[in-house]
Each structure stands twice: as structure tokens, then as C-alpha cells.
């Protein structure tokens, strides 16, 4: 297991990657959410006005 240091304290390399990689998943899964609640309308919106 590689040992990495953060802020001058020694964290298990396993265990950091394992956060940021959850931390990243939910902020992404959260963006992907949002992009795709604020497109509908504007998509929806955009075919009603052509028709």
C-alpha cells in the first residue's frame, strides 16, 4: 500500500483514493442530474414554440 502525505500527515494511499473517487461520483452524479433537469425545459420550451 502506498503511503502519500497530506497537509504533512501520512494517509493509507487506498484510503484517500477511495474518498476523492466517492466525492467525485456524487458531485458528478449531482451535475449530470442538474444538466439534464435544466436542458428538458429549455428543450420542451423550444419544441412548443416551433410547433
Do not use: Y
Not at 484510503?15 to 433537469?37: W, Y
Amino acid at each position: 500500500m502506498k503511503v502519500i502525505k497530506v497537509n504533512g500527515k501520512s494517509q493509507p494511499g487506498a484510503q484517500v483514493q477511495l474518498r476523492n473517487t466517492s466525492i467525485g461520483g456524487f458531485l458528478r452524479r449531482d451535475m449530470d442530474d442538474f444538466t439534464a433537469l435544466s436542458a428538458a425545459p429549455d428543450a420542451a420550451h423550444r419544441d412548443g414554440r416551433a410547433a
